[in-house]
C-alpha cells in the first residue's frame, strides 16, 4: 500500500490485459492486411463485449445486495475477471480522522488490517488527496511508497467517489514491473463511481439497520431498568447493559451531590471489573463537570488535546460523557473511556444520550422508591413503639372485686388504634369502667385516644357520676377541638358492696345485660365527645345479682363484614352471650373476637376491635 507518481502502464502481460481497439501491425500486402484487419476488428469486438458483460455483472452485483462484506467480496470477483491481481484491497475513508483503514482485502498478511493511513501518505492516500487514480509501474521507484509487503512492484489505486465526497479507494497490487496498464485504469476508473455508490447504499442500510437493533435493544434495556429499584443493583446492571450497544474499556457513573456541589463516583467499572473511586469532581471542572454543568454530551476524541480533561487514568485516549437529565435537572453523568483515539462517535452519542433519560428516571424511581423505604422501615419503627406506648397506656392486669369478675380485650385494625379501655378506683370498694372508640384508625386515633385517657385519668380523681364524667370530658376536648376528630365513650361505675352498674353512654353500642339466659340491651345513649359543646348524658342503674353479665363493645364488633358485605351485628352478639353466659368473661370475651374472625374470613380487619365483661359472682 503504497504512495507513488502517477505512470501510465505500458507492456502489461497479454494475458491480465484487455487489449484496446486500434492496436494494429504494420501493413503487409493487401490479402494479408485484410485478415489482419478483420482479426483485429473480431478482436475489439471480444473486448467490448466482454467489457460490457462485466460492466452488466457490476451492475447487477451492486444491485443485488446491501450486505457490505458480501458486496465487497463481489466486487473482487468480479474485478479479478478483467484483471488478474495478486493482492486486492477496498480502503474506506474515516473523514474525521482523515485516515484509511482497511475494509476488505485479499492477499495482505491480517496484520496489515490494523493499518492506517493518512490522507496524502503512500499510493492510496495520494489517490485520495488527488481525488484520481494513481497508477505505479515500480513501487522501488516511488518514495512514498509503503512498504507493506516486499514482492509487490506495480500498484493500481483508484479513488472512490460517491457525491463528489472520497469515502475510499480500490487498491490492486502485483509482484511483476509494469503490470496494470492504462486499459486496466480506465475499466477500473469507469466502475469505481458505481461500487463508491453501492458501498455508501450499503453503509446506510447498515446503519439503518443497527439503529434499529439498537433501537430495539434499548427497549428491552429500558423496560428492563425500570422494574429495578435497588440503587447499586441498578448500577451493575447498567454497566451489564451498556455493553450491548456501546464497547467500553472504562465506564463510571457520578452522581450529582447538591449540598457539597460535587460529582460523586457511585458506580466505576474497569475492564469489566468493578472498583471503587473516590476522587470527587467539583461540578464544572473536567469533561463530566462540563456535561452536568452544560447539560450536554461532552465528545473528546483526543482527551490529551482537550484542556478540560482530568486525569485520572493514564490509559485513557478518548472519553464519552451524556449528562443524566431529569425534569430538566442534570442528577449525574455517564462516564465512558477507551484506550483508543477517535472511537467514539456521534452514533454513540445519540445512543447514549436516548439511553441517558431512561436511566435517569429508572435511578429517581430507585432513589424514591429507597427513600420511601427508609421512611417505611422508621415509621415501622415508631409505629412499634407507639404500639407498645400504647398497650403500656392500657391497663397491665385486670382488677381483683369481691363480687365480679372482669375480662378486657382490644385489637386494632392497624398497628396502632384507636380504641381504649381502662379501670379507674374509685373509693369504697368503687371500680369505673371505661371503653372508648376514637373516629378513625392509625396514629391520629391513637393519640387522640391517649389525650382522652388522660383526661379521664385527671379527671377521675374527683370521682364524678358517669353522666358528669362524660360531660367534663366532651367540655375539654372541645376546649381543645381537632378537626373531625371525637370520641364514643361508655362510663360505667360498679359498686362491689352493692353490686350496683351505673352507666352512661355517649355514642358506642348500648351495653348488653344479661340475666337468667336472657339477654337485653342497657338503653343508654348519647352523643359522642367532642363534636358539641352542649351535651347532656343519662345515666342508667342496674341492681347486679349473682350470674348477671355485662358486655361493652365498640363499632368494630358490630361492624365487622363478610365476603357478602354482611355485618356481624348485634344480634350474633346477643346469641353468643346467651349461649355462654355460665363461662367466665375471660372466656366469653374470647368467643366473641372467635366469631367475628370466622365471619369476616379472609377480609382485613376494618376497625378497631374492643369487648369488655363483667361477670357478677
Given at each position: 500500500m503504497s504512495s507513488a507518481?502517477?505512470?501510465?502502464a505500458?507492456n502489461a502481460p497479454?494475458?491480465?490485459?484487455?487489449?484496446?481497439?486500434?492496436?494494429?501491425?504494420?501493413?503487409?500486402?493487401?490479402?494479408?492486411s485484410?485478415t489482419?484487419?478483420?482479426?483485429l476488428?473480431?478482436t475489439?469486438?471480444?473486448?467490448s463485449?466482454r467489457?460490457e458483460?462485466?460492466l452488466?455483472?457490476?451492475?447487477?452485483?451492486l444491485?443485488?445486495t446491501l450486505?457490505?462484506?458480501?458486496?465487497?467480496g463481489r466486487?473482487?470477483?468480479l474485478?479479478?475477471?478483467v484483471i488478474?491481481?495478486?493482492?486486492f484491497?477496498?480502503?474506506?475513508?474515516?473523514?474525521?480522522?482523515?485516515?484509511?483503514?482497511i475494509?476488505f482485502?485479499i492477499?495482505?498478511?491480517?496484520?496489515?488490517?490494523?493499518?492506517?493511513?493518512?490522507?496524502?501518505e503512500?499510493?492510496?492516500g495520494m489517490a485520495?488527496?488527488?481525488?484520481?487514480?494513481v497508477?505505479?509501474?515500480?513501487v522501488?521507484?516511488e518514495p512514498?511508497?509503503?512498504?507493506?509487503?516486499?514482492?509487490?512492484?506495480?500498484e493500481l489505486?483508484v479513488p472512490l467517489?460517491?457525491?463528489?465526497r472520497v469515502?475510499?479507494?480500490?487498491?490492486?497490487?502485483?509482484s511483476k514491473e509494469?503490470?496494470?496498464?492504462?486499459e486496466?485504469?480506465?475499466i477500473l476508473?469507469?466502475?469505481?463511481?458505481?461500487?463508491?455508490?453501492?458501498?455508501?447504499?450499503?453503509?446506510l442500510?447498515?446503519?439503518?439497520?443497527?439503529?434499529?437493533?439498537?433501537l430495539?435493544?434499548l427497549?428491552?434495556?429500558?423496560?428492563?431498568?425500570t422494574?429495578?429499584l435497588?440503587v447499586?443493583?441498578?448500577?451493575?446492571r447498567i454497566?451489564e447493559l451498556l455493553?450491548?450497544?456501546?464497547e467500553?474499556?472504562?465506564?463510571?457513573?457520578?452522581?450529582v451531590?447538591a449540598e457539597r456541589?460535587m460529582?460523586v463516583h457511585?458506580?466505576?467499572l474497569?475492564y469489566q471489573?468493578?472498583i471503587q473511586?473516590?476522587h470527587?469532581i467539583?461540578l464544572g471542572?473536567?469533561?463530566?463537570g462540563?456535561a452536568?454543568?452544560?447539560?450536554v454530551?461532552?465528545?473528546?476524541?483526543?482527551v490529551?488535546k482537550d484542556?478540560?480533561y482530568?486525569q485520572?487514568?493514564?490509559?485513557?485516549r478518548?472519553?464519552l460523557c451524556v449528562p443524566l437529565?431529569?425534569?430538566d435537572r442534570?442528577i449525574g453523568v455517564l462516564?465512558l473511556?477507551?484506550?483508543?483515539?477517535n472511537?467514539?462517535?456521534?452514533?454513540?452519542?445519540?445512543?447514549l444520550?436516548?439511553?441517558a433519560?431512561?436511566?435517569?428516571?429508572a435511578?429517581?424511581n430507585a432513589?424514591?422508591y429507597?427513600?420511601?423505604?427508609r421512611e417505611?422501615q422508621r415509621?415501622?419503627?415508631?409505629?412499634?413503639m407507639?404500639?407498645?406506648i400504647?398497650?403500656r397506656?392500657?391497663?397491665?392486669?385486670l382488677?381483683r372485686?369481691?363480687s365480679?369478675d372482669?375480662a378486657?380485650?382490644?385489637e386494632?385494625?392497624l398497628t396502632?388504634g384507636g380504641?381504649m379501655f381502662?379501670?379507674?378506683?374509685?373509693?369504697g370498694?368503687r371500680?369505673?369502667?371505661?371503653?372508648?372508640?376514637?373516629?378513625?384508625k392509625?396514629?391520629?386515633?391513637?393519640?387522640?385516644?391517649a389525650?382522652?385517657?388522660g383526661?379521664?385519668?385527671?379527671?377521675?380523681?374527683?370521682e364524678?357520676h358517669?353522666?358528669?364524667m362524660?360531660?367534663a370530658?366532651?367540655l375539654?376536648l372541645?376546649?381543645?377541638r381537632?378537626e373531625?376528630?371525637?370520641?364514643?365513650?361508655?362510663y360505667?361505675v360498679?359498686?362491689?358492696?352493692?353490686r350496683?352498674?351505673t352507666v352512661a353512654?355517649s355514642?358506642?353500642?348500648r351495653?348488653?345485660f344479661?340475666?337468667n339466659?336472657?339477654?337485653s340491651?342497657?338503653?343508654s345513649t348519647?352523643?359522642p365527645?367532642?363534636?358539641?359543646?352542649?351535651?347532656d348524658?343519662d345515666?342508667?342503674?342496674?341492681?347486679?345479682q349473682?350470674?348477671?353479665?355485662?358486655?361493652?363493645?365498640?363499632?368494630?364488633?358490630?361492624?365487622?363484614?363478610?365476603?357478602?358485605?354482611?355485618?356481624?351485628?348485634?344480634k350474633?352478639?346477643?346469641e353468643?352471650v346467651?349461649?355462654?353466659?355460665r363461662?367466665q368473661?375471660t372466656?366469653?370475651?374470647?368467643l366473641?373476637?372467635d366469631a367475628?374472625?370466622t365471619h369476616?374470613?379472609?377480609r382485613?380487619?376494618f376497625d378497631?376491635e374492643?369487648?369488655l365483661?363483667?361477670?357478677v359472682?
Amino acid at each position: 500500500m503504497s504512495s507513488a507518481r502517477t505512470k501510465s502502464a505500458q507492456n502489461a502481460p497479454a494475458e491480465t490485459q484487455i487489449p484496446a481497439a486500434g492496436n494494429g501491425a504494420p501493413k503487409q500486402d493487401k490479402a494479408a492486411s485484410g485478415t489482419t484487419s478483420n482479426a483485429l476488428e473480431g478482436t475489439a469486438a471480444a473486448v467490448s463485449l466482454r467489457l460490457e458483460n462485466f460492466l452488466i455483472d457490476v451492475a447487477d452485483t451492486l444491485n443485488s445486495t446491501l450486505e457490505m462484506d458480501k458486496l465487497l467480496g463481489r466486487v473482487a470477483e468480479l474485478v479479478r475477471q478483467v484483471i488478474d491481481y495478486e493482492i486486492f484491497a477496498i480502503l474506506l475513508l474515516n473523514e474525521r480522522a482523515q485516515e484509511l483503514r482497511i475494509r476488505f482485502q485479499i492477499g495482505h498478511t491480517p496484520e496489515i488490517e490494523r493499518l492506517k493511513i493518512k490522507v496524502g501518505e503512500g499510493i492510496t492516500g495520494m489517490a485520495v488527496e488527488r481525488r484520481s487514480s494513481v497508477l505505479v509501474d515500480d513501487v522501488r521507484k516511488e518514495p512514498r511508497y509503503i512498504n507493506a509487503n516486499p514482492l509487490v512492484r506495480s500498484e493500481l489505486a483508484v479513488p472512490l467517489i460517491a457525491k463528489k465526497r472520497v469515502i475510499g479507494v480500490i487498491d490492486i497490487q502485483a509482484s511483476k514491473e509494469r503490470y496494470f496498464t492504462e486499459e486496466h485504469n480506465r475499466i477500473l476508473t469507469l466502475v469505481a463511481s458505481r461500487i463508491a455508490t453501492a458501498i455508501e447504499n450499503a453503509r446506510l442500510y447498515t446503519r439503518v439497520a443497527r439503529q434499529a437493533q439498537t433501537l430495539t435493544v434499548l427497549n428491552d434495556i429500558s423496560r428492563e431498568l425500570t422494574s429495578i429499584l435497588n440503587v447499586d443493583q441498578l448500577f451493575k446492571r447498567i454497566g451489564e447493559l451498556l455493553t450491548r450497544v456501546i464497547e467500553y474499556q472504562m465506564f463510571s457513573i457520578l452522581m450529582v451531590d447538591a449540598e457539597r456541589n460535587m460529582l460523586v463516583h457511585r458506580f466505576s467499572l474497569r475492564y469489566q471489573e468493578n472498583i471503587q473511586l473516590k476522587h470527587d469532581i467539583p461540578l464544572g471542572r473536567g469533561l463530566v463537570g462540563h456535561a452536568v454543568q452544560e447539560k450536554v454530551a461532552v465528545l473528546a476524541p483526543d482527551v490529551s488535546k482537550d484542556p478540560r480533561y482530568i486525569q485520572l487514568n493514564p490509559e485513557t485516549r478518548s472519553e464519552l460523557c451524556v449528562p443524566l437529565i431529569y425534569k430538566d435537572r442534570a442528577i449525574g453523568v455517564l462516564d465512558l473511556e477507551s484506550t483508543r483515539r477517535n472511537y467514539y462517535n456521534d452514533d454513540h452519542v445519540r445512543t447514549l444520550t436516548t439511553l441517558a433519560g431512561q436511566i435517569a428516571i429508572a435511578l429517581e424511581n430507585a432513589r424514591l422508591y429507597e427513600r420511601i423505604a427508609r421512611e417505611e422501615q422508621r415509621l415501622e419503627r415508631d409505629l412499634g413503639m407507639a404500639r407498645e406506648i400504647q398497650i403500656r397506656l392500657l391497663p397491665q392486669s385486670l382488677p381483683r372485686l369481691k363480687s365480679a369478675d372482669l375480662a378486657a380485650k382490644f385489637e386494632p385494625a392497624l398497628t396502632i388504634g384507636g380504641d381504649m379501655f381502662d379501670f379507674l378506683e374509685y373509693s369504697g370498694d368503687r371500680i369505673a369502667l371505661v371503653l372508648g372508640d376514637v373516629s378513625g384508625k392509625g396514629a391520629p386515633a391513637a393519640l387522640y385516644a391517649a389525650l382522652v385517657s388522660g383526661l379521664l385519668r385527671s379527671t377521675s380523681s374527683l370521682e364524678p357520676h358517669p353522666a358528669q364524667m362524660l360531660s367534663a370530658i366532651n367540655l375539654s376536648l372541645n376546649e381543645r377541638r381537632i378537626e373531625a376528630q371525637y370520641v364514643s365513650l361508655a362510663y360505667a361505675v360498679w359498686d362491689d358492696d352493692s353490686r350496683m352498674m351505673t352507666v352512661a353512654n355517649s355514642g358506642l353500642p348500648r351495653p348488653f345485660f344479661c340475666r337468667n339466659g336472657t339477654v337485653s340491651r342497657i338503653e343508654s345513649t348519647g352523643l359522642p365527645l367532642g363534636l358539641f359543646e352542649e351535651a347532656d348524658y343519662d345515666e342508667v342503674t342496674v341492681q347486679a345479682q349473682s350470674g348477671d353479665v355485662f358486655v361493652l363493645v365498640s363499632d368494630g364488633i358490630l361492624d365487622a363484614v363478610n365476603a357478602s358485605g354482611e355485618q356481624f351485628g348485634p344480634k350474633r352478639v346477643e346469641e353468643i352471650v346467651q349461649k355462654n353466659c355460665r363461662m367466665q368473661p375471660t372466656e366469653l370475651v374470647q368467643l366473641i373476637f372467635d366469631a367475628v374472625d370466622t365471619h369476616r374470613g379472609t377480609r382485613a380487619t376494618f376497625d378497631d376491635e374492643t369487648v369488655l365483661a363483667v361477670k357478677v359472682k
